[in-house]
């Protein structure tokens, strides 16, 4: 942790930041909820889930208790509407970069685009770090980024009249480039071409149809080769210049790109907030997971302890136990077990009574 704050703007308060909205970040809002305690969320991702959602949010899991099979997608949106009753504060698409604790108490939580929060305590569910998109790397290309380039785009984002190539052969390359072509026709781009080193992607089954489908009715053009060299003209990005299978250059023009790389995970500032650490890994204690920092809570992929395994229902256990955890530790004393079946205290926090 750095050292003690002294804060410039008034902070909003709260009652915990969690640190990640991946489905034990989510689920860390839940158990904080029933315990009576009120949570920002914050995710470097524009978006919550997590790894569920940006790494297999169309594939199958069958091992969430009570749920034969769904995808990151729904596992995610299960778990949003599961907190709903809660009504944590969403700050997604920005990185916590400092924790630091504060003389008159709790901790003094920043982001990297300047949001501050004053928390009675901190939970991280960082999993394997704050995911950031894989940048493409060309001389010049950089100067264009949040006008002409793109790593992320908004749903409502006009193309309309313009030509966006999506480079990438993954499934957010896919999604994103079927999203595209099916946006509402006012805000549909006017030629969508998806760029990839060859011929072949990799998504789920029912999205390679859907692409396959709008490449056939000449909605989606499919580009291959390698991308070398930006052309501009007058300040504005006009072309890639690609190399195709054949080893020719060849110029794709285009008014925007947008990348989809994929993500790579970076442990980032996690490392400096003087937290005990082993292998890149939070030390926690196992009955309570907090960890070195007292007020400080960690759990799911982004923790170590005897027989961890990095499975979502170990971090369901261990959000629960956590919350547990930071509610003692908050009050003072130990607090009863009540089950929400028959709780009518927890039922009127869930909104399930009058
Ligand atoms: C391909 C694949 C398939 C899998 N299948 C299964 C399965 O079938 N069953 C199963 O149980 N598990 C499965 N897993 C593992 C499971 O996805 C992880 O255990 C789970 O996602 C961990 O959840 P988490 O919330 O701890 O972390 P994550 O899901 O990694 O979420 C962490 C979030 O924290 C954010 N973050 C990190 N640092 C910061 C910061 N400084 N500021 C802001 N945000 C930050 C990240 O952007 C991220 O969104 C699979 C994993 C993969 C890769």
Redesign the pocket.
């Known amino acids: 942790m750095t050292a003690p704050a002294t804060a410039s703007a008034l902070p909003a308060q709260t009652d915990a930041v969690v640190?990640?909205?991946?489905?034990?970040?989510?689920f860390q809002v839940f158990q904080l909820g029933l315990q009576g305690l009120s949570a920002h969320v914050?995710?470097?991702?524009p978006q919550?889930?997590?790894?569920?959602?940006?790494?297999?949010g169309d594939?199958?899991?069958?091992?969430?208790p009570a749920i034969a099979a769904c995808t990151?997608h729904d596992l995610t949106e299960r778990l949003c509407a599961q907190i709903a009753p809660f009504a944590p504060a969403w700050h997604l698409g920005?990185?916590?970069?400092t924790v630091a604790a504060l003389d008159q108490g709790g901790f003094l939580v920043v982001?990297a685009r300047g949001t501050r929060l004053h928390a009675r305590c901190v939970f991280?569910?960082?999993?394997?770090?704050?995911?950031m998109p894989r940048q493409l790397k060309l001389p010049g290309l950089e100067a264009f980024e949040g006008r002409q380039l793109h790593y992320h785009l908004d749903d409502n984002t006009s193309l309309a009249g313009r030509h966006i190539v999506i480079y990438g052969g993954g499934e957010s390359a896919v999604r994103q480039a079927i999203a595209c072509a099916l946006a509402p026709e006012a805000i549909r781009a006017a030629r969508i071409t998806l760029l990839h080193r060859r011929d072949v992607f990799d998504a789920a089954p029912k999205q390679l149809d859907e692409l396959q489908a709008l490449r056939a009715a000449g909605r989606i053009q499919v580009a291959i080769g390698m991308p070398g060299r930006v052309v501009q003209q007058q300040g504005r990005l006009t072309a890639l210049e690609l190399t195709n299978p054949e080893g020719q250059a060849v110029e794709l023009p285009l008014d925007m790109l947008l990348v989809r790389l994929g993500?790579v995970?970076?442990?980032?500032?996690?490392a400096d907030w003087g937290l005990q650490l082993e292998r890149k890994q939070l030390v926690v204690d196992g009955a309570t997971f907090a960890t070195s920092t007292p007020g400080i809570y960690a759990?799911?992929?982004?923790i170590t302890y005897p027989g961890k395994r990095?499975?979502?229902?170990?971090?369901f256990h261990e959000a629960t136990l956590a919350a547990f955890g930071a509610a003692e530790w908050l009050a003072g004393t130990r607090l009863p077990l009540e089950y929400t079946t028959s709780s009518e205290r927890l039922q009127t926090l869930l909104g399930r009574r009058g």
Not at 42 to 45: F, G, K, S, V
Not at 94 to 97: H, I
């Open positions: 640190i990640g909205a991946g489905p034990v970040g989510l914050i995710d470097a991702l919550p889930g997590g790894q569920c959602a940006e790494l297999y594939k199958p899991i069958y091992d969430i990151g920005q990185q916590v970069d982001t991280i569910a960082s999993g394997v770090g704050a995911f993500l995970p970076r442990l980032g500032p996690i759990v799911g992929d982004a990095k499975l979502i229902v170990s971090g």
